[in-house]
């Protein structure tokens, strides 16, 4: 198990930009695959990106593709997620995820999380 914290949400206009981060405990987090997922009001939660612990390859949700990057330190136990272009479809609790798998994608893939970060993007 690992122990991740989110930060870095807050309340920005649309069209700008937010970087989200989440600190991992433990000395085993290049071992595991980190994503991002999103759950808006209403909605259930949705996958939003990962990167994998072997060669660091991104992948995204075609909702995000082009905007969003994520990216990891593993010198730093901590995974980025840079929001760029943002639009009020955005707006969700954000969390960030662990998976021992090589290429997660489903909330079930993933086994530990943390409590979230709130993104609320104003029109």
């Known amino acids: 198990q690992v122990n991740l914290v989110e930060s870095g949400g807050g309340l920005v206009q649309a069209g700008g930009s937010l970087r989200l981060s989440c600190a991992a405990s433990?000395?085993?987090?290049?071992?595991?695959?980190m994503g991002w997922f999103r759950q808006a009001p209403g909605k259930e939660r949705e996958f939003v990106a990962a990167v994998t612990y072997s060669s660091g390859t991104t992948y995204y949700a075609d909702s995000v593709k082009g905007r969003f990057t994520i990216s990891r330190d593993n010198a730093k136990n901590t995974v980025y997620l840079q929001m760029n272009s943002l639009k009020p479809e955005d707006t969700a609790v954000y969390y960030c995820a662990a998976s021992l798998l090589l290429v997660p994608r489903l909330e079930g893939h993933f086994r530990s999380w943390g409590q979230g970060t709130q993104v609320t993007v104003s029109s």
């Open positions: 433990g000395r085993t987090f290049s071992s595991y695959s």
